[in-house]
């Protein structure tokens, strides 16, 4: 219950403070947001909770809310803008995983307390970085792609509903399958993996739906300077 109620409290104020960075930096905010959630997510994720009656991972609301800067940058700014906020979250996390390599490869001094903890966080990382990295670039790609389809088919606002859920509700499937796949098949059980997946595409689903509200406030927000 505890971790039930905390998921929705931080999924608000994630939001909250997304619409928060557009709106006192505009998409700038949104291109900086989109670069920190990235990196959170990844790491948010080698942790393993119970949500809901479901084992799943964490770093689903950080990672949700990137596809929710990715549409209000889609939505306000067009497809190119929110294809250029992908890569920044791809180059990102490459960098971020190269930097931890690196600094791993330093022999600790004696009298260090630091290294068992880094490399229990970034020894993981590299797997967890590859499937989310492919991840990524995949689902964000065909994220913006049936977002904008969508627009052209159904460009009324009453309906911005329908094109943030519809392709944030395909991508994370793809998204899911591709990470989980790539970062738990072999270190978990076939059953604990599935699990999973299927607790993390709910999870992420719910999350889609959650954004919907505040889509409407990104629609009509207008940030600062602009």
């Not at 052209?152 to 009453?158: G, N, W, Y």
């Not at 509903?161 to 072999?186: E, H, K, P, Y």
Request: charged residues 10%; positive net charge; aromatic residues 16%.
């Amino acid at each position: 219950m505890f971790n039930d109620v905390l998921w929705i409290l931080f999924a608000i104020i994630h939001f909250i403070i997304v619409l928060l960075f557009y709106k006192g930096f505009g998409k700038t905010g949104l291109f900086v947001w989109i670069g920190f959630a990235t990196v959170c997510a990844n790491l948010q994720v080698v942790k393993t909770v119970e949500l809901f009656g479901l084992t799943a991972t964490l770093g689903n609301i950080m990672y949700g809310t990137v596809f929710f800067a990715t549409d209000v940058l889609n939505e306000k700014y067009g497809p190119r803008e929110a294809r250029k906020a992908v890569w920044l979250g791809f180059s990102t996390l490459l960098a971020l995983t190269c930097a931890m390599q690196g600094a791993l490869l330093y022999k600790p001094a004696a009298s260090d307390i630091a290294q068992p903890a880094l490399e229990t966080i970034f020894g993981f990382l590299p797997r967890v970085a590859l499937g989310s990295l492919l991840a990524f670039i995949f689902s964000q790609t065909i994220d913006v792609y049936v977002y904008s389809a969508i627009r052209r088919i159904f460009p009324s606002d009453r309906l911005l509903w329908l094109r943030n859920s519809g392709s944030t509700a395909l991508s994370q499937l793809l998204d899911t399958f591709i990470f989980t796949a790539v970062a738990f098949i072999g270190v978990y059980s076939a059953g604990v993996w599935f699990s999973i997946f299927i607790s993390t595409y709910l999870i992420k689903f719910a999350v889609s739906l959650i954004s919907v509200p505040y889509a409407y406030a990104a629609k009509r927000m207008t940030p600062n300077g602009e």
